[in-house]
């Protein structure tokens, strides 16, 4: 099996990627203040929308790497 799933494709261990976004944002006393702010907007709006892209960028990379 040379470390691949049944399926072909790579390790399942890449999906651990996934859950960075996720307990990042979920740990709310990271961000949880309005300074430094960013083109008026305030660091907790920014900082979660930063995570959007670097999501999608992750998701896109596991994707990548555990397809058939």
Do not use: C, H
Not at 19 to 33: E, K, Q, T, W
Not at 37 to 60: D, E, N, R
């Amino acid at each position: 099996m040379n470390g691949k799933d049944a399926r072909g494709g790579g390790s399942r261990l890449w999906y651990l990627l996934l859950l960075i976004p996720i307990l990042i944002v979920l740990s709310v006393g990271s961000y949880d203040r309005a300074e430094p702010s960013w083109g008026g907007f305030p660091f907790f709006y920014w900082y979660q929308l930063l995570w959007i892209p670097v999501s999608a960028v992750l998701t896109l990379i596991v994707y990548l790497l555990v397809r058939d």
